[in-house]
């Protein structure tokens, strides 16, 4: 065997050494890549499952607040439809409403004073009965004088109001 031979088969013996440890290195780099992604995908489904319950809480505080807004609406709703209708009359309207009260008010009290005096009226056959009959129409108009500012002032606290 010549030299270059032995020069040649210590070349494909080092040339096969060199292969194998490369061979073996790519395995290595192989494996720790295959090793890091299992790591990931690992770390990947415990995020996951830590996320879950948060996900499943978040639907379920989704469910209950629409559930209490729909509540709240209701309430507001019933609250709402309680408040007087005078409320959502225009200014003008209100104080219509108003005067024609003030007015209602004025005729029945008129109207019972002209009952009292027409009473004095047809009792006037007996002077004693007729002083008595005027002493109550003094009377009565003396009370009016006193209630119908208190009546006024009742009727205005209960539109406010």
Same mark, same amino acid.
């Given at each position: 065997? *010549?030299?270059?031979? =032995?020069? /040649?088969?210590? %070349?494909?013996?080092? @040339? @096969?050494? =060199? +292969? $194998? ?8 780099? #192989?494996?720790?890549?295959?090793? $890091?992604?299992? +790591?990931? &995908?690992?770390?990947? $489904?415990?995020? &996951? ?7 499943? %809480?978040?639907? /379920?505080?989704?469910? +209950?607040? #629409? ?36 007015? %209602? ?11 009292? *005096?027409?009473?004095?009226?047809? *009792?006037? *056959? %007996? ?9 109550? =129409? ?24």
């Amino acid at each position: 065997m *010549s030299e270059t031979a =032995v020069d /040649r088969e210590i %070349d494909t013996e080092r @040339a @096969a050494e =060199v +292969e $194998g440890q490369c061979l073996e290195e790519l395995q290595r780099e #192989e494996a720790q890549d295959q090793q $890091g992604k299992l +790591e990931k &995908a690992r770390l990947r $489904g415990n995020h &996951a499952l830590r996320k879950e319950p948060n996900t499943q %809480d978040h639907a /379920r505080l989704l469910c +209950e607040f #629409e559930h209490l807004q729909q509540v709240d609406l209701l309430r507001c709703r019933l609250a709402v439809n309680s408040f007087p209708a005078q409320i959502y009359q225009p200014l003008y309207r209100q104080q219509e409403l108003r005067d024609e009260q003030q007015r %209602d008010l004025e005729i029945a009290f008129q109207d019972t004073y002209t009952e009292e *005096s027409c009473m004095c009226c047809y *009792s006037n *056959s %007996d002077a004693l009965l007729l002083d008595v009959k005027r002493s109550k =129409v003094t009377w009565f108009f003396s009370w009016y004088q006193i209630l119908f500012p208190l009546c006024l002032l009742l009727v205005t606290m209960r539109t406010w109001m």
